[in-house]
């Protein structure tokens, strides 16, 4: 009978290894991709001082050779819509957009939902014990992490007055955004305790709108941990489980740039 005891783990072995050799086609053939992104238009938001998104035709129609034919030009600022805030956009010397490694750019999803909080509050600042609340119920963060906040606010978007608290531009606007994000202490809770990737937002930044120093960009962003801002769809995102993949448009030497992030959501 021993033989068959050994012939059967053996068996088991086998199946085990050829579980692991599954093609990435395989794993992907159940589930669904959710978009996390907004598209760029005459809607997307931008800070008050920042360019908005502009999209000249070029050309649209027939051609005189006969066939139809399209093209656009656009231009806008780096840090608007769904987008990416490079380290270095508030820390020397740390990576800018061409440099973030593909491995930080994709990582398994970690969702805090402060919702309750924040749209009770446009002012809410997220803290510590908000992160240790969430580790009591779902364990720590993991290692490698991309860590969503999420503060409901996306619901708004692209509603500017809902949204950032203003729907005026200029410099003058600035001191008039409202708009709830991550307290500087929860930040460096975070660089102190756990190792994540990145952190994004369902909203304009990281930092809460009457912010004037950016405290908590400094922060991360000094770790090379990178942002993502005005991220959407983070209610459609289980408190952990999915997969996130953010490329943003290879900037040299940007301080960020539009984001197309996308998150895979296993059966
Ligand atoms: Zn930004």
């Known amino acids: 009978m021993k033989w068959l005891f ?5 068996l088991f072995i086998s199946c085990e290894q050829k579980g692991a050799h599954k093609s990435l086609a395989d794993l992907l053939a ?40 399209s093209a656009y030009n656009f231009c806008a600022a780096e840090h ?12 020397k010397g740390k990576w800018s957009t061409d440099q973030v490694p593909l491995a930080n750019l994709t990582g398994n999803a970690v969702v805090i939902d402060v919702s309750e909080k924040a749209l009770r509050d446009a002012d809410y600042q997220i803290t510590p014990a908000d992160i240790e609340e969430w580790e009591k119920r779902n364990g720590e963060i993991p290692g490698g992490a991309i860590l969503f906040f999420r503060t409901g606010y996306g619901a708004f978007y692209p509603d500017a007055k809902k949204y950032l608290g203003t729907d005026e531009r200029g410099a003058d606007a600035v001191a ?27 909203i304009a930044s990281v930092d809460y ?38 490329l943003p448009m290879k900037i040299k030497n940007g301080s960020g740039g539009p984001l197309r992030i996308i998150a895979w959501l296993p059966e």
């Open 209 to 246: 709108g009457q912010s004037s120093d950016f405290k908590t960009h400094q922060v991360l962003y000094a770790q090379n941990i990178s942002g993502f801002e005005n991220v959407a769809n983070l209610d459609k995102l289980p408190v952990k489980g999915a997969y996130i993949i953010a």
């Open 176 to 202: 008039k955004l409202h708009f709830p994000s991550i307290h500087p202490e929860a930040a460096e809770w975070l660089v102190k305790n756990r190792k994540v990737k990145a952190v994004g937002v369902d």
């Open 6 to 10: 050994f012939f059967l783990v053996a």
């Open 80 to 91: 608007g819509g769904t987008h990416l805030d490079a380290p270095v956009h508030f820390a």
């Open 30 to 69: 159940s589930g669904q991709w959710v978009d996390l992104t907004y598209e760029f238009s005459d809607n997307t938001i931008y800070w008050p001082t920042a360019e908005s998104f502009r999209f000249d035709t070029a050309f649209e129609g027939v051609a005189p050779a006969g066939f139809y034919y």
